[in-house]
């Protein structure tokens, strides 16, 4: 089973800027929307930017003009930018995609193992 493997997450101070990275684990046929989610303690996973193959992006509100979500379709990775972090950015983040592994298998959507994101001075 091919799943997503993200990179990219540390201890930040407050203003600073992290770069995540995800790409699966093994070869796959196709992916569909690539995307970030994220989680802190207490509470509940939450989206915080989708990308589409086409660049078509989404972000929630909390970020919009802070972290910025790209991706390269060749190598089927997806990127999140995230500049002027803020201590509640802290969190463990999950990357998301809709994948198929082979021509004629059924759309899966996977997850990474996550990543951990620390911003604190």
């Known amino acids: 089973q091919v799943q997503l493997v993200e990179s990219g997450g540390g201890l930040v101070q407050p203003g600073g800027s992290l770069r995540l990275s995800c790409a699966p684990s093994?070869?796959?046929?196709?992916?569909?929307?690539m995307g970030w989610y994220r989680q802190a303690p207490g509470k509940e996973r939450e989206l915080v930017a989708t990308?589409?193959?086409?660049?078509?992006?989404n972000y929630a509100d909390s970020v919009k003009g802070r972290f910025t979500i790209s991706r390269d379709n060749a190598q089927k990775t997806v990127y999140l930018q995230m500049n002027s972090l803020k201590p509640e950015d802290t969190a463990v983040y999950y990357c998301?995609?809709?994948?198929?592994?082979?021509?004629?298998?059924?759309?899966?959507?996977?997850w990474g193992q996550g990543t951990q994101v620390t911003v604190s001075s």
């Open positions: 998301n995609a809709d994948i198929k592994q082979l021509w004629l298998s059924a759309w899966d959507n996977a």
């Open positions: 990308i589409t193959p086409g660049g078509g992006t």
């Open positions: 093994g070869r796959i046929f196709s992916i569909n929307l």
